[in-house]
């Protein structure tokens, strides 16, 4: 792996895991050349139309895409409009690959929303170059928008960023028939828990037990945040109900293994969490308010039947939420 390649890449493994990469172009010969100038550092994609290249892009955005200008049917500048017209898609930096050098239609492109052009036949080393700056540039602009949409005291992300991402998980599981699940976790006793000890004890044991659920939460696209008090909420994107139960469950024994915490006097032991799950198949249809609000009810019940409890719940087309 070449310097540059490398710093990017342990850059973005921080948040996002290794970089995913576009490449769009009807002749297999270019695809081939670029998936073997890539491939060793990045998780590279392929499509060969631009009906292809804006499917996956709805379905599951890369980091990047690298997109050839001239396509029979829909070409690379009309693929390039539609990504920037789409909010889902907006912010996706594209570099064109192009066998033409002519300034105008860079020009055009530029306008189209485009972050650079290459030149055919490629040179590898450029390209690596160019694909290197682009994710850098994005990864430091992602990092900044999440600034702004983490809790301060948790340091998970805070409720309007997790309000942000169900709309964009739940529009990506109807389309894709993919399930959802989401978690709703709640410290239990934690008002008498905070009266005993104090505020800042209360914060340091919000703060200890939402670095509890990012640890047990790897995948880079499944979210913590800070959902309201002593509530978090944990998004799984194609998340099936089991895995997302064997979730659950290592986070509450996760919690209830925490040292440092001090005991929890009104249960007369470790501190504990309740969860509640709900997990969406076969895109049920149900809405995200409803679905949210199935997760809050079985959290509710999970809560009733005494601490560190888990409570489960499947929706799909036969399964709806109580109303």
């Not at 070409?75 to 909010?87: E, I, Q």
């Not at 939402?210 to 790897?218: F, I, P, S, T, Y």
């Not at 809050?296 to 799909?316: C, F, M, P, V, Y």
Request: hydrophobic content about 45%.
């Amino acid at each position: 792996m070449n310097a540059a390649a490398s710093h990017t890449a342990a850059l973005l493994d921080s948040t996002h895991g290794k970089p995913k990469l576009l490449v769009v172009d009807d002749q297999p010969v270019h695809l081939q050349l670029l998936m073997h100038t890539l491939s060793a550092d990045y998780q590279v994609y392929m499509a060969t139309s631009g009906e292809q290249a804006l499917a996956l892009c709805r379905s599951d955005p890369p980091d990047l895409v690298l997109l050839d200008v001239l396509m029979p049917g829909m070409d690379g500048f009309t693929v390039c409009k539609a990504l920037k017209a789409d909010p889902q898609t907006a912010a996706l930096p594209i570099i064109f690959v192009t066998a033409r050098s002519d300034p105008g239609q860079e020009t055009h492109g530029l306008s189209l929303g485009a972050v650079d052009f290459i030149a055919k036949p490629i040179n590898p080393a450029v390209v690596k170059a160019r694909v290197h700056t682009q994710l850098t540039l994005k990864f430091q602009a992602d990092m900044l928008k999440k600034l702004v949409l983490l809790d301060g005291l948790s340091g998970v992300f805070n409720r309007r960023y997790f309000d942000q991402q169900l709309a964009s998980e739940w529009a990506r599981s109807t389309r894709s028939g993919r399930s959802l699940s989401l978690i709703l976790v709640d410290v239990d006793h934690f008002e008498a828990y905070n009266t005993r000890y104090g505020h800042q004890a209360g914060d340091d044991c919000l703060r200890t037990i939402a670095l509890a659920l990012k640890e047990v939460l790897r995948r880079p696209a499944d979210v913590v945040a800070r959902f309201a008090g002593e509530e978090f909420a944990c998004l799984l994107p194609d998340t099936s109900p089991a895995h997302a139960r064997k979730l659950a469950n290592h986070m509450e024994q996760r919690v209830r293994e925490l040292v440092g915490l001090k005991p929890d006097q009104s249960a007369g032991r470790q501190v504990t969490i309740s969860l509640g799950l709900v997990t969406r198949l076969q895109a049920a249809p149900v809405t995200w308010e409803a679905f949210l609000q199935a997760a809050s009810e079985q959290l509710q019940h999970a809560k009733k039947a005494g601490t560190g409890q888990i409570r489960a719940l499947q929706l799909d087309g036969a399964t709806q939420p109580a109303t």
